[in-house]
T-cell receptor, first 117, second 116 residues
Framework: DGGITQSPKYLFRKEGQNVTLSCEQN?????MYWYRQDPGQGLRLIYY???????QKGDIAEGYSVSREKKESFPLTVTSAQKNPTAFYLC????????????????FGPGTRLTVT | KQEVTQIPAALSVPEGENLVLNCSFT??????LQWFRQDPGKGLTSLLL?????REQTSGRLNASLDKSSGRSTLYIAASQPGDSATYLC???????????????FGEGTQLTVNP
């Protein structure tokens, strides 16, 4: 089955610890994205990557870091510098290209709920 | 900066009713608009994508329209069922060159409850 997997589903950490969220896709998509969702709010873009070894900051990148060493994988690290890390984190992917590349759908994983105490 | 608003924030209807969810956006220079469904504690499921050059898209009981010039989209759900209960999110893709930098801006969603 093609799709996006995120692990773990639930993650608990102590304040001050870094934590890495996994995102893997087998859709052969070039672009991958990380969003954060807080209760009653829409999704906000953290980081995105259009190609391997390249990524850009989204709207709320402070306190987060990413890497894109493989096309299939786009892990997100929530660092101790992130002031309010407790949230639901969603990974997505899409095709890219020319001639309408901006029109491709984004497909989402099941999400990871991170709780920091 | 693109802003997306969804009205109403919550909606409760009896089973069988036809309903309309609204989405508005401030910058009409979009590449596409996408409607998603989200069940509690789950990821997003794409329902419909409308390209900027299109006026509507249909899938089963769902019909989405787009009026780019007025910055509005509607999602029409026909003959609603309890299984349609979920949060519906709209998102627009805009900003930057088409091949890079364009990102989705999400509304806050409409929480729909269909009562048996």
């Amino acid at each position: 089955d093609g799709g996006i997997t995120q692990s773990p589903k639930y993650l608990f950490r102590k304040e001050g610890q870094n934590v890495t969220l996994s995102c893997e896709q087998n859709l052969n998509h070039d672009a991958m994205y990380w969003y954060r969702q807080d209760p009653g709010q829409g999704l906000r873009l953290i980081y995105y990557s259009q190609i391997v070894n390249d990524f850009q900051k989204g709207d709320i990148a402070e306190g987060y870091s990413v890497s894109r060493e493989k096309k299939e994988s786009f892990p997100l690290t929530v660092t101790s510098a992130q002031k309010n890390p407790t949230a639901f984190y969603l990974c997505a992917s899409s095709r890219t290209g020319t001639g309408g590349a901006g029109s491709y759908e984004q497909y989402f994983g099941p999400g990871t709920r991170l709780t920091v105490t | 900066k693109q802003e997306v608003t969804q009205i109403p924030a919550a909606l409760s209807v009896p089973e069988g009713e036809n309903l309309v969810l609204n989405c508005s956006f401030t910058d009409s220079a979009i590449y596409n608009l996408q409607w998603f469904r989200q069940d509690p504690g789950k990821g997003l499921t794409s329902l419909l994508l409308i390209q900027s050059s299109q006026r509507e898209q249909t899938s089963g009981r769902l019909n989405a329209s787009l009026d780019k010039s007025s910055g509005r989209s509607t999602l029409y759900i026909a003959a609603s069922q309890p299984g349609d209960s979920a949060t519906y999110l709209c998102a627009v893709k805009s900003g930057g060159p088409e091949t890079s930098g364009s990102r989705l801006t999400f509304g806050e969603g409409t929480q729909l409850t269909v009562n048996p």
